[in-house]
């Protein structure tokens, strides 16, 4: 039968390991591992595996961003940890970019940091972005990496979502931008080109030129749910972004939402959403 692992980040400085088995009927979850990284009043506010190693980075609530190796298997009780970037205020969200040569990452100070990680280098900051932003940078999502620079989307608590161009030197750029009226807390990749089937490989993006429109969906806490595309127009191109679609049935903040890969027969699909203070799970169709 098939099974997933998974990880959950705490509270308290741990990070847990899970599997999934079973999931298509009588789902079992059973705990693998609990990695106590950092002392129990550190918040982990987010994670990302990392794209190559079995190591996991994550973003604190004491400005730091640490990279973790995971070892099921080791009877140690304090598993190691790299910093390797550290912000002025909280640290929000990271990012592997897919090539695993480095990581971005958003603090509540507005700054949005790449890390560089070379292999047999300590990490270093070969920039920190704090202009584009108005608040904290709480959403990243590598779209395209190539000789140019890094395509990526971002989301902060000004309202805003942005398609941003980081070139290899250095420079920022804003492509696209739009206020989606509440904070963009997280963003999920849902189509590469949406007029193309949808069990077209969303991984598929990391080899291929970027495309010409994108379908995103878009956490936006006081907001509710949006479901986005981001299109390229024009003979002298522009990016334009466009909401299709708005969920507005939670009372609370919508923090985290995801959907299922393919459409059902009616060519819909299916998304589920939370809130925090009213813990309310909400399961829609688009």
Same mark, same amino acid.
């Given at each position: 039968?098939?099974?997933?692992?998974?990880?959950?980040?705490?509270?308290?400085?741990?990070?847990?390991? *899970?599997?999934?088995?079973?999931?298509?009927?009588? /789902?079992?979850?059973?705990?693998?591992? #609990?990695?106590? *990284?950092?002392?129990?009043?550190?918040?982990?506010?987010?994670?990302?595996?990392?794209?190559?190693? =079995?190591?996991?980075?994550? #973003?604190?609530?004491?400005?730091?961003?640490?990279?973790?190796?995971?070892?099921?298997?080791?009877?140690?009780? @304090?598993?190691? @940890?790299?910093?390797?970037?550290?912000?002025?205020?909280?640290?929000?969200?990271?990012?592997?970019?897919?090539?695993?040569?480095?990581?971005?990452?958003?603090?509540?100070?507005?700054?949005?940091?790449?890390?560089?990680?070379?292999?047999?280098?300590?990490?270093?900051?070969?920039? #920190?972005?704090?202009?584009?932003?108005?608040?904290?940078? @709480?959403?990243?999502? /590598?779209?395209?990496?190539?000789?140019?620079?890094?395509?990526?989307? @971002?989301?902060? *608590?000004?309202?805003?979502?942005?398609?941003?161009?980081?070139?290899?030197?250095?420079?920022?750029?804003?492509?696209?931008?739009?206020?989606?009226?509440?904070?963009?807390?997280?963003?999920?990749?849902?189509?590469?080109?949406?007029?193309?089937?949808?069990?077209?490989?969303?991984?598929?993006?990391?080899?291929?030129?970027?495309?010409?429109?994108?379908?995103?969906?878009?956490?936006?806490?006081?907001?509710? #749910?949006?479901?986005?595309?981001?299109?390229?127009?024009?003979?002298? /191109?522009?990016?334009?972004?466009?909401?299709?679609?708005?969920?507005?049935?939670?009372?609370?903040?919508? *923090?985290?939402?995801?959907?299922? /890969?393919?459409?059902?027969?009616?060519?819909?699909?299916?998304?589920?959403?939370?809130?925090? =203070?009213?813990?309310?799970?909400?399961?829609?169709? =688009?």
């Amino acid at each position: 039968m098939p099974s997933a692992n998974f990880g959950v980040a705490t509270s308290t400085g741990a990070f847990a390991i *899970y599997e999934l088995k079973s999931w298509k009927r009588n /789902p079992e979850i059973s705990h693998i591992k #609990t990695l106590q *990284y950092f002392p129990d009043h550190v918040l982990v506010t987010a994670f990302s595996w990392h794209p190559e190693s =079995y190591m996991v980075g994550m #973003t604190l609530s004491n400005n730091q961003l640490h990279l973790g190796v995971i070892d099921v298997e080791a009877d140690d009780d @304090t598993p190691s @940890t790299m910093e390797i970037a550290r912000h002025e205020l909280e640290a929000w969200t990271l990012a592997f970019l897919p090539d695993a040569s480095g990581v971005l990452s958003g603090g509540d100070d507005s700054a949005l940091r790449f890390a560089q990680l070379t292999e047999g280098a300590d990490p270093s900051v070969p920039w #920190t972005e704090k202009k584009i932003h108005s608040a904290g940078v @709480t959403a990243i999502l /590598p779209i395209h990496l190539d000789d140019e620079g890094t395509l990526m989307v @971002t989301g902060s *608590y000004d309202d805003h979502i942005r398609f941003l161009h980081a070139s290899k030197a250095g420079r920022r750029s804003v492509l696209a931008e739009a206020n989606l009226g509440g904070g963009v807390w997280r963003l999920k990749l849902l189509d590469r080109n949406p007029k193309l089937p949808a069990h077209h490989g969303v991984e598929k993006w990391r080899s291929e030129p970027p495309p010409e429109a994108m379908l995103l969906l878009a956490s936006c806490m006081h907001a509710g #749910t949006r479901i986005v595309r981001l299109t390229k127009r024009g003979v002298n /191109p522009s990016w334009e972004f466009e909401v299709l679609a708005k969920f507005e049935e939670h009372e609370s903040m919508n *923090y985290g939402s995801d959907s299922q /890969p393919d459409l059902n027969s009616a060519g819909e699909r299916t998304f589920l959403s939370t809130s925090f =203070y009213d813990r309310r799970l909400c399961l829609w169709r =688009y």
